[in-house]
């Protein structure tokens, strides 16, 4: 690349967006580092420039302007570009060992990766274990090399009650937790609500982690929920129970795929939200699912009526079938 | 009996309480103990367990029985309860004298005349009963509750910390656990000052083998050394007691029993002494913590075999290759250990581009992982005579077949084994065997994905079996993908339908611009959420890329692997 790379992270921005866009591994990498020998922060390169850069491709993905092969070429993008700029400051560790790690089934990894290498650079000694770490890999890691800390990230607040299984079993290797993610709810109410520390992003990561003793297992005895468990239960049921009035001939084999993929989500989000008692997650999964199939032009009737089967179905599930009443209003919003 | 003998012999012959001085302040003075006519009721009330005193509403005794005096010495008629020098009686339990009592009070009306009466129960024996049995239940529920807190860490200095950190403050106000020295040196961890406003702080240190307290080394050597042998002092010289008052701190040192040997020992210090009971506490509590470490070291030592056979058997990073890019995912079946039955490699040849592979052996876990190690081994050291990768998979299947049939235990492989060299026109040109594997895919420039003719049989089944093999060009930016069975065969959807090959084509259309990792992390997530958490079999993808020549790779393996970090 022969142009002149900008030095402020403002103007880098723009480029940096058309990089990912090219799926350009290297245009990419010059920018970064450019930024990085004009004397701007490491942190800030990460926090101000790839975060936000990434959550501009998250946004486009979800109003279909970019296809989910777009958004994965330029998530990889971002991922080489915080390893170079790892590579490049290669801080010293000067504090005691953090692993940090996405739960089973979490592949969004750049934005643990990001608060990862944050961490390095406050000078803990920091072991990323990467996307989608299988909870018994996870805990054999800890029993093996004792850290500090484990800090587990999830994305997804539909997958709360598989994240709360993996913190347990962290925890009863005697190494404390400290999650974060979007899935504990922009204020970490649900991490509140099952008793676990939360930070809102890096920074505040590494001041938690600071402190002597930050994991103190409280609360979630609610979490003994016979209302839950039957939803877990009734899971393919009321999948099928959706299919059967879905006129599946007109759809392509892929299409069908998709649609039992999204009738999986809304399960599973009112689940998880029936699992913290929180009606607002499945608002909130509601509200996203709507900007998502409405950009695809999925008539979002369809979704109503799915809606209107499930909640009949969940009869004797006083606080699923309130959830779902009460989300259809958004589905029209 | 009548009830003037009863009266008048006052049972026993003790001194018959005279009425004192009537109590003027005090209402009316009643005078002696008022005879029955019904019943002897002194007897009965004499021999109550519980002891009873009368008096009037305003508080001066009318009457009181026996063993109420015996509970309060200065007990007369005619007087208040504070004029006879006891403190009030209140409904409940209280202490009077040096006995424990519990009072009940009850109003009596009899002929328009009330009296108060109170019923005052000797409990001192049944509270010191109870005592001590909370006592033993609550040693009890912390041994109970020491073990399974102790059982949770697996790894020794985790372990030794948590062993610290419960023993205090139960056990002492300090608590110093040492391991056994190797190579000359111990190491230490101690908890203290542990109370209701925080945990425990804990710290720790080394000591050389040579400055251990005497007092340490007996324990090691399983002696309970007793309290007389200066132990406060030896401890506070190694440094563990602080700024304590030697002369008001009682310590006790206790081995921490290993299968073996004593696995380390464990010190307490607190202000009061220990009784037998505590003795048996701390005993208690040391076995647990000395299995608990005595796990963690054998967890140790296993982890570090396994890891270092794991290491051997994972798939290796290939090699940067001049016009290829390599891309790898691999998720094993058993996910606590990083190795399957799947495997994949590259290897850069002598005269220019390189030879790759991906396969599948029959088994799963560990003894799959090993016979893949021999495949690879095989393969590694074939290669250096032949670089056909058809004649390659023949050689490979007799080597594999001498051996399987030596150790007689039939195992077979599939694979595609393919050599990649530049193509005069720019892009790679491949060549591909396979030995009974699934079809490779490739991605075009146009983003349309075409499947590889390509068959053959299985490796390590017959003799010279028939091994296909085919040639495939890939311009630049065009990636050919092999893959596991694992891949389609793994069952998802709503009812656990296989994922299969169509589905798979599917989600690489139009994928053509990713880079090789994307490509090949982007199919071990499709795969992971079509799973949705099911169970499934080892799964590995391998792609090859034709980038151009001059395309920089010096980032290409920026990222470590994240196995490869474990």
Not at chain 2, 106 to 133: F, K, Q
Not at chain 2, 379 to 400: G, H, K, M, Y
């Amino acid at each position: 690349m022969t142009a002149v790379l900008d030095r402020t992270l403002d103007g880098a921005y723009p480029d940096y967006l058309r990089c990912l866009d090219d799926a350009d591994e290297t245009g990419a990498i010059d920018i970064a580092v450019a930024l990085l020998d004009y004397g701007v922060p490491a942190d800030r390169v990460l926090l101000d420039l790839v975060a936000p850069a990434q959550a501009q491709v998250g946004e486009w993905w979800a109003r279909n302007e970019w296809s989910v092969a777009q958004e994965h070429a330029a998530t990889h993008v971002s991922e080489r570009v915080v390893a170079a700029v790892a590579a490049t400051v290669r801080p010293r560790p000067s504090r005691e060992r953090i692993v940090v790690a996405c739960l089973d089934g979490e592949w969004h990894a750049l934005p643990a990766r990001l608060v990862a290498e944050v961490l390095r650079l406050d000078g803990w000694d920091v072991t990323f274990l990467g996307a989608s770490v299988p909870s018994p890999h996870l805990v054999s890691y800890l029993h093996r090399h004792d850290p500090r800390a484990v800090l587990l990230a999830c994305a997804l607040p539909m997958r709360l009650p598989h994240a709360f299984r993996a913190i347990e079993a962290c925890r009863r290797t005697d190494v404390p937790v400290l999650v974060g993610g979007r899935a504990f709810g922009a204020d970490g109410r649900w991490a509140r609500k099952l008793g676990v520390a939360w930070a809102a992003d890096a920074r505040a990561a590494s001041a938690v982690l600071a402190t002597p003793a930050f994991d103190v297992p409280h609360g979630a005895s609610f979490l003994d929920d016979a209302e839950y468990a039957g939803l877990v239960a009734a899971r393919v049921e009321l999948i099928d129970l959706a299919l059967d009035r879905l006129d599946l001939a007109r759809y392509s084999p892929p299409q069908v795929d998709a649609t039992v993929a999204d009738l999986g989500y809304i399960v599973d989000s009112l689940t998880a939200a029936v699992y913290v008692d929180d009606a607002t997650l499945f608002g909130e999964f509601v509200s996203w699912m709507r900007t998502v199939l409405a950009s695809r032009k999925v008539p979002l009737q369809t979704v109503g009526s799915t809606f209107d089967v499930m909640a009949g179905r969940l009869r004797d599930f006083p606080r699923a079938r309130a959830y779902l009443r009460g989300a259809a209003p958004r589905l029209a919003a | 009996m009548s009830t003037a003998d009863v009266a008048g012999s006052e049972s026993g012959g003790r001194p018959v309480p005279t009425a004192a001085t009537p109590d003027r302040s005090a209402g009316t003075p009643v005078g002696r103990r008022r005879p029955s006519v019904v019943l002897p009721a002194a007897t009965v009330l004499d021999n109550f367990r519980e002891g009873v005193v009368v008096t009037d509403p305003a508080g001066v005794i009318r009457e009181f029985s026996e063993p109420a005096l015996r509970l309060m010495p200065g007990l007369a008629v005619g007087r208040t309860l504070a004029g006879c020098g006891v403190n009030p009686l209140t409904v409940g339990e209280q202490t009077v004298g040096d006995r424990r009592v519990r009072c009940r009070r009850v109003e009596l009306t009899v002929g328009g005349a009330t009296s108060i009466a109170w019923y005052v129960e000797d409990v001192t024996d049944a509270v010191a009963r109870s005592d001590a049995l909370l006592a033993e239940r609550g040693r009890a529920r912390f041994l109970a509750m020491a073990s399974q807190k102790l059982g949770n860490p697996l790894h020794e200095d985790r372990a030794a910390r948590a062993a610290v950190r419960l023993a205090v403050p139960t056990l002492g106000e300090v608590a110093v656990v040492l391991l056994a020295p190797r190579r000359g040196r111990a190491r230490w961890w101690r908890a203290a000052g542990g109370d209701a406003d925080g945990p425990a702080l804990v710290d720790g240190g080394v000591l050389d083998a040579d400055d251990m307290p005497a007092a340490v080394e007996q324990a090691l050597r399983g002696e309970e050394p007793s309290e007389a042998d200066w132990l406060a002092d030896q401890f506070a010289d190694a440094g563990w007691l602080g700024d304590r008052d030697l002369t008001r701190v009682t310590v006790r040192v206790v081995a921490l029993p290993g299968s073996a040997s004593a696995t380390g020992a464990l010190l307490v210090a607190r202000s009061t002494d220990l009784d037998e009971h505590d003795m048996d506490m701390l005993r208690g509590f040391a076995a647990r913590a000395g299995a608990a470490l005595d796990a963690a070291v054998l967890y140790r030592d296993q982890a570090e075999v396994a890891e270092t056979l794991q290491n051997s058997l994972a798939p290796t990073e290939p090699p940067s290759v001049g016009g290829v890019q390599w891309g790898a995912a691999y998720r094993p079946a058993q996910s606590s250990l990083r190795i399957g039955g799947d495997f994949y490699g590259a290897h850069e040849l002598p005269e220019g581009g390189a030879l790759f592979y991906l396969g599948d052996v029959s088994g799963k876990g560990v003894d799959a992982a090993v016979f893949t190690g021999q495949i690879r081994q095989g393969l590694q050291a074939l290669r250096r005579i032949e670089s056909d990768p058809a004649r390659l998979l023949t050689l490979l299947n007799d080597s594999v077949l001498e051996t399987t049939r030596a150790n007689g235990h039939g195992r077979f492989a599939t694979m595609v084994l393919g050599r990649a060299h530049p193509a005069p026109g720019g892009g790679l040109s491949l060549t591909l065997a396979s030995g009974g594997h699934l079809p490779p895919v490739v991605i075009r420039a146009d983003g349309s994905v075409e499947t590889v003719d390509l068959r053959g049989m299985l490796i390590g089944v017959v003799p010279d079996p028939r091994i296909a093999a085919v040639n495939v060009q890939l311009a630049a930016g065009e990636t050919c993908l092999l893959f596991s069975d694992g891949v389609t065969e793994a069952r998802g959807g709503v009812r656990g339908e296989q994922f299969g090959a169509t589905r798979l084509v599917d989600a690489l259309g139009g994928c053509q611009r990713m880079p090789a990792p994307a490509l090949a992390e982007r199919v071990e997530q499709v795969i992971g959420d079509w799973l949705g958490g099911r169970n499934h079999d080892d799964i590995a993808v391998f792609a090859v890329r034709a980038v151009s020549p001059g395309s920089p790779t010096r980032h290409l393996h920026a990222v470590p692997d994240r196995r490869l970090a474990s």
